[in-house]
């Protein structure tokens, strides 16, 4: 599952070679990490890519940037990517996490307010009660004049009650406030979704309100679900939908799931899909609307057996591809399911949400294709494989995209955790 590394693979690649890609859509890498010498510059890009109005794009890296001694290859990175005069880009490292207290191994993506600061999560560390490195923060990166970046750690979590590991992106409601999820924690164990507040005197703390504590019924089997790994999604009535990765059928399969705000100020989830792993089974990001309330995710595993896909460690998982999934709402109530599901040569294992395009669906999957992941375009019921990463030996391409797409001018902007130059992972545009 979300483990699962990709360097690991590619050790394999050099061995067994890929063959080259034919009548693909144009894909040009923006930037190769190592460029700058070792992991100085970042390794590993898991999360997606935001946008500035100046055109700039910023992310994270899981490893890279100061070497310590609790992160032998580097805590993590922000980085920022911006247009060179002439052509090309250049990358800027604006923060690098240290084993200290101000959190290691960023997995999402990062969103930007209206002033410009940053704002992300880190799966570990902070300086919470809870035992180090699995932790958590919350944290916030404020621009300064000089071209010059400040962190600060809004929020540390400690396990109980209030959560652990946060992989998920966050989002902003109108009054500023941010939302997201935890893998773990919390009063039963099996994550949260949270509200952070900003404070109400500049130089205050920001306050954290625990949503949800997930597997409150049925404890033990969750049937409420269990594992919220991606971020949340509002509607416009400010409801909250997200999904998690266990907690269905069996226990063992995922759910998509709403949080509906109450007069109190309390919060009710409902149940609105489990997954049963024929038509997919567990959900590891976040959603997303289109303007009709449709809500559309993607599926890591379940579904279709293919070749390249991943063969989950424990029974009864079997190698399985996963896919894409539409919820319709119902008239009267309810929600229909409809899914496409991946054979491993179009593709397998998608860990990233989907964009939307119009009439379009367009994503990644981690594996499949040559082996090495895809991207793909689904409109109605055709889809087509616009591209396959590892389509040279040693991938200088890029291999594994992990992270959501963004979409801007007509081009998708994205990153692979390995492959590259350096086999440290890429920043890439396609024109699909």
Request: aromatic content about 12%.
């Amino acid at each position: 599952m979300r483990a699962m590394k990709l360097s690991i693979l590619c050790i394999a690649l050099i061995v067994l070679g890929c063959t080259f890609a034919n009548g693909q859509a144009k894909h040009t890498v923006l930037y190769s990490f190592g460029t700058n010498g070792g992991v100085k510059d970042g390794w590993s890009p898991n999360g997606g890519l935001v946008f500035d109005a100046a055109g700039n794009m910023y992310g994270t890296t899981s490893f890279g940037g100061l070497v310590t001694g609790l992160c032998g290859s580097g805590c993590g990175t922000v980085f920022e990517l911006s247009p060179i005069s002439g052509g090309g880009w250049g990358e800027t490292i604006i923060h690098s996490f240290s084993d200290a207290q101000d959190g290691l191994d960023p997995e999402s993506g990062l969103i930007l307010d209206d002033q410009g600061n940053l704002y992300g999560t880190t799966l570990g560390s902070g300086n919470g009660q809870c035992q180090s490195p699995y932790c958590g923060t919350v944290f916030e990166l404020s621009p300064s004049g000089n071209g010059t970046w400040t962190e600060t750690v809004l929020y540390a979590f400690t396990n109980a009650p209030d959560g652990v590991e946060p992989l998920g992106s966050l989002t902003f409601d109108a009054a500023g406030n941010l939302y997201g999820t935890t893998a773990g924690g919390g009063l039963n164990g099996y994550g949260t979704a949270f509200e952070l507040s900003p404070p109400l005197l500049p130089g205050g703390a920001w306050t954290e309100t625990i949503l949800y504590s997930f597997c409150q019924v049925e404890v033990g089997k969750c049937s409420d679900g269990a594992g919220p790994f991606g971020g949340l999604v509002f509607d416009n009535f400010g409801n909250l939908y997200g999904t998690t990765t266990h907690g269905a059928v069996s226990k063992i399969w995922g759910l998509v799931y709403e949080l509906s705000p109450n007069i109190d100020g309390s919060w009710t989830e409902s149940v609105l899909y489990k997954f049963d792993g024929t038509h997919g089974g567990v959900s590891e990001a976040g959603l997303t609307f289109d303007p009709s309330g449709n809500l559309y995710g993607t599926l890591e595993s379940g579904g279709s057996k293919g070749p390249h896909c991943f063969k989950e460690l424990y029974p009864p998982y079997s190698v399985a591809c996963g896919g894409v999934f539409r919820l319709a709402p119902k008239v009267g109530g309810g929600w229909t399911e409809k899914a496409f599901l991946f054979n491993g040569t179009d593709g397998g294992n998608p860990m990233a949400g989907v964009v939307l395009d119009g009439n379009s669906i367009y994503g990644t999957t981690y594996t499949g294709g040559y082996a090495y992941g895809t991207i793909f375009k689904i409109t109605g019921t055709n889809e087509t494989v616009i591209y396959k990463f590892c389509s040279r030996i040693n991938c200088p391409d890029g291999a594994g995209p992990f992270g959501a797409m963004t979409l801007k001018s007509g081009k998708l902007f994205g990153t692979t955790e390995g492959g590259g130059a350096f086999n440290q992972g890429t920043i890439f545009s396609i024109t699909p």
